[in-house]
Nanobody, 116 residues
């Protein structure tokens, strides 16, 4: 139900915007999160946004990444600025239906590579 796009190769200091689109226009989860997983590391939550617009960020990306909704496209965007080599990872978007549920809906992931 979720599909990511926008990954790629970028130089350190550059920017990328990832998009997470739901295949069903009526899909309206409680929250959507962007996760990432680098080789040999655990998956981590990078940013999340609730249906009401509340956002949260991991400390490592605060002031560099911005999560937002594109309601016209029923998508959630992750604008990534001032990228660093340590941001290199596979980025996944995920959704949870209600506040107390886990992230149960996942996309296939998109690779982000930041060269130094």
């Amino acid at each position: 139900q979720l599909e990511e796009s926008g990954g790629g190769l970028v130089q350190s200091g550059g920017s990328l915007t990832l998009s997470c689109a739901a295949s069903e226009r009526t899909f309206s989860p409680y929250a959507v999160g962007w996760f990432r997983q680098a080789p040999g590391k655990e998956r981590e939550l990078v940013a999340s946004i609730t249906r009401s617009g509340s956002v949260n960020y991991a400390d490592s990306v605060k002031s560099r990444f911005t999560i937002s909704r594109d309601r016209a496209k029923n998508a959630v965007l992750l604008q990534m600025n001032s990228l660093k080599p340590e941001d290199t990872a596979v980025y996944y978007c995920a959704a949870r239906s209600i506040m107390t549920s886990p992230y149960a809906y996942w996309g296939q992931g998109t690779q982000v590579t930041v060269s130094s």
